[in-house]
């Protein structure tokens, strides 16, 4: 679904030395969005794909009661930035009311950009994570993102060192020949993105008549910080998104 949302707002952009930039009016449900600020200037955010490019959306506002007559009320700066590049756009202010709103923007970025600056705020740009899988015999009855320790016993608390594994699980099947395979897991800082799909058995297939709960291990490959972590889940179950949320803390 996402493939097709980006090509349908990135017809109209233009090129610049492979940066894209172009306004976008059309947005998506506000829950997909991602957010950073105050109560007074609050910028929100929506990763579309992270490789061959990084793609974008960008939208924000400021708490401005007291207008600037004719003056220019607001320019807002929007900085992309990686260890060999730095690109700013700037995007003028929109008032509505006592709000000044930064119209959204659809950026494609260098898939190495490190963070983006919105507004004087900085967005970490999440990088990939080494890890490895393996399956589970049987998950949980409803699909969901668990941690689990080495006994494969539900936990939110890991020490210093510890291994970390993250189960996830599609649910309960009517047959077998269903199985979960991750495609990437990213951090940026204290929030974990991981993507997965449910692979279906093909029509017509010698499957086991038999109701079954496939599931999937993730173990990290590298030794996280401590602190207290939020995992985002997009599990692609036959075309369909679902999200899920699990915390865990390292201490």
């Known amino acids: 679904m996402r493939a097709i949302v980006v090509l349908l707002l990135v017809t ?13 009016e059309k947005t998506l449900p506000e829950d997909l969005y991602q957010w950073i600020g105050t109560k007074s200037a609050n910028f ?12 974008v959306l960008v939208k924000g506002w400021i708490f401005s009661p007291v207008s600037l007559g004719k003056q220019e ?33 659809l950026l494609v970025l260098p898939s190495n950009t490190r963070c983006l600056k919105l507004g004087g705020f900085t967005v970490e740009m999440p990088r990939r994570v080494n890890f490895s899988t393996r399956h589970v015999s049987r998950g949980g ?16 608390v890991f020490e210093t060192g510890q291994k970390i594994l993250i189960r ?9 020949g269903y199985s979960v395979r ?8 204290k ?21 079954t709960y ?33 915390e865990f803390e390292v201490r």
Do not use: W
């Open 141 to 156: 009855v409803e699909a969901g993102v668990y941690t689990v320790d080495e006994s494969l016993r539900q936990t939110n």
């Open 12 to 24: 109209a952009s233009v090129v610049f030395s492979m940066v894209y930039s172009t306004s976008v």
């Open 182 to 189: 991750v495609d990437e897991v990213r951090l940026a800082g």
């Open 73 to 105: 009320e607001r320019v807002f700066s929007i900085v992309a930035e990686g260890d060999d590049f730095r690109h700013e756009f700037s995007v003028k202010g929109k008032r509505s009311g006592i709000y000044i709103y930064m119209p959204q923007h």
């Open 44 to 55: 929100q955010y929506l990763i579309l794909s992270y490789e061959p490019d990084l793609v």
């Open 168 to 176: 996830i699980d599609a649910g309960q099947k009517n047959t077998g």
């Open 191 to 211: 929030r974990m993105f991981v993507k997965a799909h449910v692979e279906s058995p093909e029509p017509g297939s010698m499957v086991t008549q038999a109701i």
């Open 214 to 246: 496939p599931s999937v291990l993730i173990e990290l490959q590298e030794r996280l910080e401590a602190g207290t972590y939020i995992v985002e889940c997009l599990l692609v179950d036959r075309n369909v998104e679902k999200r899920f949320e699990a």
